[in-house]
């Protein structure tokens, strides 16, 4: 099972920046597809931003240009920078960790709010 502990939520203004992290157990994560996902009150939950083992990065599109995951294999973490952040983007964030052998999504974090004000 693998434990995933997010940090770096936060009150920001609109056009502000947060850098959240996500930290992660056992000795299998530079294997693993990571992500970010966020939720808001009454919606579903919805994928901010990827990053394979390989490096390889995908975004939605509403965070496009603004965002940036990234992950440092030594510590098993991984970053979401966040941009020019606007009042929609008030979520619960969610790092995620893939299954090796599926590439499903199959371990969840505890999430991290952000909330920005207008």
């Known amino acids: 099972q693998v434990q995933l502990v997010e940090s770096g939520g936060g009150l920001v203004q609109a056009g502000g920046s947060l850098r959240l992290s996500c930290v992660a157990s056992?000795?299998?994560?530079?294997?693993?597809?990571m992500g970010w996902f966020r939720q808001a009150p009454g919606k579903e939950r919805e994928l901010v931003a990827t990053?394979?083992?390989?490096?390889?990065?995908n975004y939605a599109d509403y965070v496009k240009g603004r965002s940036a995951i990234s992950r440092d294999n030594a510590k098993n973490t991984v970053y979401l920078q966040m941009n020019s952040l606007k009042p929609e983007d008030t979520a619960v964030y969610y790092c995620?960790?893939?299954?090796?052998?599926?590439?499903?999504?199959?371990?969840w974090g505890q999430g991290t709010q952000v909330t920005v004000s207008s």
């Open positions: 995620a960790a893939s299954a090796i052998s599926s590439g499903e999504y199959a371990y």
């Open positions: 056992g000795r299998t994560f530079s294997r693993r597809t």
């Open positions: 990053i394979t083992s390989g490096g390889r990065t």
